[in-house]
């Protein structure tokens, strides 16, 4: 059975554009019908029930935004799309209503009929979303997010809305119409969704009645596209003023301490210049959106903490032991249960982690290859090693993340000492040496009290040529390139391990 040929109304009171429209119209077989002002519209629109209305902005007796008033007032017409044909400079009153298009006159019949197809591919969408509850899938090229977004909210669905282009993957939630979360990659909330608004190609799948686990978003949806918009246009003209990625940004010590009552977006991005250093960084990482980040990056430098350098190559031997990324989330993980910070050093943060052995020889040799380290400051080796315990110095990760190393006395009669010695410890490094029977388990009795019931990140370390244990790394104590990567090994597992304090 052929399908129905689909109708489409013109409302325009110049002859010449009724003929020229309405043979292109024909020619690709839709069936006109034509009116010369706003009432003819009206009544055809009731009595004919077009599939969708050219109704030109001169139109007499009726004015473009009254006949889309009336048109979705009544039950019968009220999902009539119209697109407006006007001669005058765009008015966003017009796009009234369902919002379809305003089109500029003088255009060519192909401009209309790109348009008509793709109005007409939104409305099956709608259709589906409207009438069935399986998933429906399409192409972002064929449908905007926008136009999918406004359908939801219109048709008040819930569910998920899978996005993919190009390696990369989203999703979009919405309850009774309304976006409540959205994610791409690490990203959350606005962020995510200002970024995937911006896709123009990929594929997309609704799942309908997918709840989202939690809530990110809470503007309606018709303020939160027009907010995306916005921010898009503000966008791409402040990224243009923003220097290159390829140029590090170097904060003005000087300038940094006269300031204050920065605002909190600026003071976040302050804090990440700890770690990252250019403008695709500090808006990849920062928790507000792409144009906010880069406004608040205008700001620092516009005030002077922030002046624009060549990039410089970083010496191998003075490499982070974790990517900037991996030591932001290690700061935020000790922020809130690390040690306390330095009176006047907002955003500074303090670790520890405690060092544990039976055997002297091994330990000193473990202790060396860590000072040997470039971010190593051990200024307190000498002293705590010849006692036994204390501190021995600290490892500076950043200019504002620092984790001190704490040396723990094995002798059972100094076990007192562990509690204030090792109090808000966020990781340990057990040294296995050549040591008696009993000492190995002595010490494997503390390793397992502070893994399994402390829940301190534990890392055993076993010299070359002894059994080590199941969990234990075979290394070399007195090799600084093998010790290092079993710090990084640790520092990466206390990540996701919170610090907590060692009982007596």
Request: charged fraction near 25%.
């Amino acid at each position: 059975m052929a399908e129905k040929r689909k109708l489409i109304l013109i409302a325009d009171p110049e002859r010449r554009t009724l003929k020229a429209l309405g043979n292109a119209l024909h020619e690709r077989g839709y069936e006109v019908r034509a009116a010369r002002d706003g009432g003819q519209a009206l009544e055809k629109s009731i009595l004919y029930h077009p599939d969708l209305v050219l109704f030109d902005d001169q139109s007499p007796l009726i004015p473009p935004k009254k006949f889309i008033q009336i048109l979705r007032s009544n039950p019968r017409t009220e999902h009539i799309p119209v697109i407006v044909m006007s001669l005058g400079e765009e008015d966003d009153s017009l796009l009234w209503g369902f919002r379809e298009a305003v089109i500029r006159k003088p255009f060519h019949a192909d401009e209309v009929l790109a348009l008509l197809a793709t109005i007409f591919r939104r409305m099956a969408t709608a259709r589906q979303v409207r009438e069935e509850s399986r998933q429906i899938e399409g192409s972002l090229e064929q449908i905007s997010l926008v136009d999918l977004l406004q359908i939801f909210s219109l048709n008040r669905k819930s569910g998920l809305l899978e996005l993919k282009t190009e390696g990369l993957e989203g999703g979009i939630w919405v309850q009774g119409g309304s976006v409540v979360h959205a994610t791409l990659g690490r990203l959350r909330g606005e962020k995510a969704l200002f970024r995937l608004l911006g896709w123009h190609a990929g594929s997309f799948a609704f799942v309908p009645e997918r709840v989202a686990t939690e809530s990110s978003i809470r503007r309606a949806t018709e303020p939160l596209l027009l907010e995306s918009a916005r921010q898009a246009d503000e966008l791409q003209r402040l990224r243009a003023e923003l220097p290159a990625d390829r140029v590090r940004l170097v904060v003005v010590a000087e300038r940094k301490a006269q300031l204050e009552g920065l605002h909190p977006v600026t003071e976040e991005v302050l804090s990440l210049l700890e770690f990252y250093s250019t403008v695709g960084e500090l808006v990849d990482h920062a928790r507000v959106t792409d144009f906010e980040a880069c406004r608040a990056i205008r700001t620092l430098l516009d005030k002077g903490l922030l002046i624009a350098a060549e990039e410089v190559l970083q010496a191998p031997d003075s490499a982070p032991l974790l990517p900037a990324e991996a030591l932001f989330e290690l700061k935020v993980r000790l922020g809130a249960d690390g040690l306390p910070a330095p009176a006047g050093a907002p955003g500074f943060t303090r670790g520890k982690v405690v060092l544990v052995g039976p055997e002297e020889r091994a330990l000193r040799e473990l202790v060396g290859a860590l000072g040997r380290l470039p971010q190593a400051e051990l200024d307190g080796q000498r002293e705590a090693l010849r006692v036994g315990f204390g501190l021995l110095g600290c490892l500076r990760l950043s200019e504002q993340l620092v984790i001190d190393l704490v040396l723990l006395p094995f002798a059972a009669p100094l076990r007192p000492l562990w509690r204030p010695l090792g109090d808000r410890a966020a990781g340990a490094l057990a040294v296995l040496g050549a040591s008696s029977d009993g000492d190995s388990f002595r010490l494997n009795l503390l390793v397992n009290h502070l893994r399994d019931e402390v829940g301190v990140p534990v890392l055993q370390l076993c010299a070359p040529g002894l059994e080590p244990p199941a969990a234990a790394l075979c290394v070399d104590p007195g090799d600084p390139a093998q010790v290092r990567a079993a710090l990084v090994h640790l520092l990466e597992r206390m990540q996701v391990a919170p610090p907590r304090p060692l009982p007596a």
